[in-house]
Structures are given as C-alpha cells and as structure tokens.
C-alpha cells in the first residue's frame, strides 16, 4: 500500500478505475438541513454517505447585527473554497507521485454591502471577486507545482461553482403554518392569507 500526503494512492487510483467502468456510481447527491435559532444565527445538519452527522453553524459579524458565534455564509464559502482546493491539490500530488510537506491557502474575497441589504440592484450581492494564494513545500518543481494547481482548480467542484455559478431552485412547501400566514392553499411557492 503506498501513502503519500496522507491519501492511499492505491486506494485513489483504484477509486478512479472503478467510476471509469461503472460510470452510473459517479452520480452523487449531497444533502444539508439548516434551522434558523434567532437573528442572523443558524444551524446546518450534514449527514455523510457513512451516516454520521456534522453540524455547521453560521452569523453574522456584531456590525450587521449578529452575534458573532460563527462565521458568515460567505466566509464559509471560502472555507469550502479552500478545502476542495486543498483536497484537489493533494489528492493529484499523491496519484503523481508529488510529495507535499506543506500546503496553506490564504483567501480573500470582495463584497459590496450595497446588493446583500438591497440598497442597489446594480451590484451583485456576492462576492465581487475572490483571490487565493497557495504556499506550498515540496519536493516538485515550480513548472510540476503550477501544472498541479492549474488542474486542481480544472477539477474542483466548488471552483467551478463560484467561477460558473449552477441553477438554484428554491420552494416554499406546502402546508406550513406560521403566525398569520398559511402556505398550502395553493401549489407550492404560493402563499396565501389564513383570512
């Protein structure tokens, strides 16, 4: 068994083989359950493939009146940023035989408040841009370490959804009560008066 960064190289390339012969097993759904607790607070249940369960929570900063518990949802765009990033990178250093003694990201990202508090449509309510700075120690050279990290932003699946955006569909299901306000009367998305 080879191990190299901390990923059985193996256990990756037979992984590879293996989606390549059965490409029907590639399709994978990931799921998320959030539950807002009060103010700009919130908590997220993830549940993996194996069946355990992590929980993430979210704020906001004191100035745009939360408590500061936990990072933003922007922030915590990053954070998946980075790792997939960071996964991408380490995974393809071990199938290429690529040593990798360290490796940190350093992210940055540019909002306008304008288009998050509806002040102004002109401005998108993301980020305007992200950069990403990569600080790596290895025994590659700078030609292999770039080639590698122009790939592992190729293949990374949050990469490709910050860069390309994907369609979101949100629904409001039917049959929810809340003070006043009664969803169920008609299909979903519609919402109706409980007078």
Known sequence: MEIRNGVDVDKLKETIDTIKTNPEIANFKFRAENEWINGAHSKTRIQTSSGKIFTLEADEPRILLGTDLAP?????VL???????????VYNAAARGINVEALELYLEGDL???GFLGISEDVRPSYLNIRVNFRVRSDATR?????????????????DIVRNGVPVYVTLEQNIEASGVRAGAGQAGEVSSSD
Request: aromatic share 6%; with cysteine.
């Open 72 to 76: 933003n949802a922007v922030q915590a």
């Open 112 to 114: 306008d408040l304008h």
């Open 143 to 159: 030609d292999q370490i770039e080639d590698l990290l122009e790939y592992a932003q190729r293949t990374s699946p949050v990469t």
């Open 79 to 89: 954070h998946a940023l980075a790792s997939c990033l960071t996964v991408g990178f």
